[in-house]
Each structure stands twice: as structure tokens, then as C-alpha cells.
């Protein structure tokens, strides 16, 4: 998160203020309703002030105040529960996969409230991939109530995303150095904030916050989605981005010098070995058909050694990952999530062969509870952040007009 804090200044009123407003609306979008008493509690506070902050960010659109369910008038007066308003703030997320473009409506508060989706262009070429993606925010948007406050867009991208918005590197779509936020930004009618990023680091950040990692401040996401694998790393409670923004390509260890030859032009990658292709592979499919992948997983009785190989290899890589980041807690996203269960003995073995005994001790290996959503909530999460950081400037300012078409 951002901060305006500045060394050796002071605080003044306004500034505290608008600091309260934040960390109360980060309780309710993280947490859910939570009574005036609890965030009184919560943030060591006065029942007025709060009272005077729950106000603010009503007027704002953002929470609403109802009464707890299971009240009864004999009971006395209540302790009004605060809500966060889900319908009318709200946010768009994307993701781009091999076969599929994905979009969703998310509410404050982070729950999904609407979806669409389409197939990939047969050109897979930055313009085709643009005009998707913006047809199906488009349509989320126009179906969003008056008065609704959009506030951003997230987009997840199967790929290496730079400091500077460019999609360095994205092997499934055929993309070197393409400029694609700037290709979104010109595409949209209407000016929206908008902000890429790696479908991985996104998994991570959205698991890290609301699912499998929450309570865990090192935390490991490898998520096999589409053709390569990538993972996203959490250390002090915070992404671990690396100089360049490209930290996490874990697909890319070397794991088997007389493996296959990877996209990038090395030998043995680990997404040579545990990548949707392999997989299909090991199932006896074509890798044109990825999105049956985790049908035909579910339907294993025993699997076959093809595929208690490619276990193996998922063991081996995740032993590396322990021993370099000694993480709490991996959370396997993607395509991982319904081969771990399969060939868990196989992979939990080469784990523990791989790693050191001291990090092997202290780590688990789980499934994440956001399942397939993990990467269009982070995605969500990043468009969320900025009214979570100043809720009154960047309420005042969404786009609240009759039509919030894009396009």
C-alpha cells in the first residue's frame, strides 16, 4: 500500500481523519459486517467518534447500517451493524487465459456479484486480446444500476508485467514487450483507472488477504494456469516483487537438465515437467483441450506412472521453493489444485527428499479456498486499493454517471 507519510512530519486532524476512515473501511471490506461495538473495540476508539466515521463513509456511498439479524424491540437498543455497501461501489476484473477470457463485478467487501466470459480471439495478437477483454468489461458495466460507483479495473495477465506496465514477456499468448494497459486505456471511452498485473503475484495477494494464506505472513502461491506455471511470494506480510517487478517466475528453475526444450530456449524448466501440458499429456490428452484438464483429474481411480512422474516433479520444485523462501504456508492454484490430491503421496515424498529438514517443518502445502477466483479477486483487490488507502478522494471522485459504459 502507498503512503504519504513523510519522515519527521507531523499529523494533523484532517490527515488523521482520513486515516480512521481507511482503517475502518479495511475492517469491513476484509472481515464483513461488523457491529459499531467490535469497531469500536477493534480501533480503540470512542463509540462517538465512530459513529462520526460510520457516518462519513455512509454519505460516501461506501457502508450502510442495518440491524443485527435476530434483534428483538424487548432487548433493548441495539448495536447497529455496519456493512459494506456492495452494490454501490463496486469494481471490474479480468483475466486473460489460454482459451477463455474471464471477467467479473466485484462489491466492496470482495464478493463476486456478477460474470462473463467469451473465448480467446483465434488471433491471439495484443488488438484482438484488447477488444476482448474490453467487450466483456463493457458489458458488466452497462449492466451496473445508476449511480453505481465504479471505481477501477484490475486485469490479470498470463505473464512477466514490468514496473511500467509492459508485458515483457507472455509465452501462451505469442506477447514480447507489448504496451498492454496503454492498448486498454486507449480502447475505453471513458477514463477509469486501470492497473495490470501478473495472474500469479494476483493469486498470492488475493489468497494472502481472503483465502488460504490469511493469518500467515510467509506465504508461497504457484498457480499452473494455461501453458506455464508462475507463483507469487508474500515475506514480512508483504509481495516480494524483485527489482524489476518479475520475481516469482518459478516455472523457470531448472529441474531436469534432460528434460524437454522450454519456450524461453532452456532445457528442463519446471513447467516442462509440471505445466498443463505435461499433465495432459500424462492423462493420454491433447494439449489443445486444457480446459478438460481438471474433469479428466477429478475422474483418477489410481494414477498411472506418467502421472505419478509429473508428482514427483511437482515435489522436487516445491522442496527448492521451501528451501529458498522457508515459507509458512503453499498454496498450489491452477491446474495444481486438482493435480496435488491425485498425486499427493508422490509429491510430498520429493518434497520432503528435496528440502531441508529444518523449513520442512515448518511448512504446509494447501489447496487455495478462493479456488478458481483466487486471481480475478486479487485482480479486484488491485483496483480496490487505492479507496482503501483515501476512501474520501477516491469516492469523490469515481465515475457515478447514468451510463458507465466503456466503450
Not at 510467509?218 to 524489476?244: K, Q, T
Amino acid at each position: 500500500m502507498a503512503s504519504s507519510w513523510v519522515p519527521g512530519a507531523g499529523t494533523n486532524r484532517e490527515a488523521m481523519r482520513r486515516h480512521n476512515l481507511a482503517t475502518l473501511l479495511r475492517h469491513l471490506h476484509f472481515d464483513g459486517p461488523l457491529s459499531r461495538a467490535t469497531l469500536t473495540a477493534r480501533m480503540g476508539l470512542t463509540r462517538s467518534t465512530i459513529l462520526g466515521l460510520v457516518g462519513e463513509l455512509e454519505a460516501l456511498g461506501a457502508v450502510t447500517e442495518t440491524t443485527p439479524a435476530g434483534w428483538r424491540a424487548s432487548a433493548g437498543r441495539p448495536s447497529l451493524d455496519v456493512r459494506p455497501a456492495e452494490r454501490q461501489v463496486v469494481v471490474l476484473a479480468a483475466h486473460i487465459g489460454a482459451d477463455v477470457v474471464r471477467a467479473v463485478t466485484i462489491g466492496i467487501g470482495g464478493r463476486i456479484l456478477s460474470r462473463a466470459d467469451r473465448g480467446m480471439p483465434a488471433s491471439s495478437d495484443p488488438e484482438s486480446v484488447t477488444s476482448a477483454v474490453l467487450d466483456l468489461l463493457d458489458q458488466l458495466a452497462r449492466a451496473l444500476p445508476e449511480k453505481t460507483a465504479l471505481l477501477g479495473i484490475g486485469v490479470s495477465v498470463p505473464g512477466m508485467v514490468g514496473a511500467n506496465e509492459i508485458v515483457r514477456s507472455a509465452p501462451s499468448l505469442g506477447w514480447t514487450d507489448v504496451p498492454f494497459a496503454a492498448l486498454l486505456r486507449a480502447g475505453m471511452r471513458r477514463p477509469v483507472p486501470l492497473w495490470i498485473a501478473n495472474d500469479a503475484d494476483l493469486g498470492a495477494f488475493a489468497e494472502h488477504s481472503r483465502g488460504a494464506g490469511v493469518g500467515h505472513d510467509y506465504m508461497v502461491f504457484v498457480g499452473c494456469d494455461d501453458l506455464g506455471v508462475g507463483g507469487g511470494v508474500i515475506v514480512a506480510g508483504r509481495p516480494l516483487r524483485g527489482v524489476g517487478g518479475f520475481a516469482g517466475e518459478f516455472g523457470h528453475l531448472l529441474i531436469n537438465p534432460r528434460g524437454r526444450v522450454c519456450h524461453c530456449g532452456a532445457r528442463g524448466c519446471w513447467e516442462t515437467e509440471i505445466g498443463a501440458v505435461a499433465v495432459a499429456a500424462a492423462l493420454g490428452q491433447s494439449a489443445s483441450n486444457l480446459a478438460s484438464l481438471a474433469e479428466a483429474l477429478g475422474a483418477v481411480q489410481k494414477p498411472s506412472a506418467a502421472l505419478r512422474n509429473v508428482g514427483r516433479y511437482l515435489g522436487l520444485g516445491l522442496g527448492s521453493i521451501v528451501n529458498a523462501f522457508n515459507p509458512e504456508i503453499i498454496v498450489l492454484g491452477g491446474t495444481l489444485r486438482e493435480l496435488y490430491p491425485v498425486v499427493k503421496a508422490d509429491t510430498d515424498k520429493a518434497l520432503r527428499g528435496t528440502a531441508l529438514g529444518a523449513p520442512w517443518e515448518q511448512v504446509q502445502v494447501v489447496l487455495p479456498k478462493l479456488g478458481g477466483d483466487a486471481v480475478l479477486i486479487g485482480a479486484g483487490e488491485m483496483a480496490f486499493e487505492p479507496m482503501l488507502d483515501d476512501p474520501v478522494g477516491t469516492l469523490t471522485k469515481a465515475s457515478r454517471q447514468p451510463s458507465l459504459a466503456l466503450r
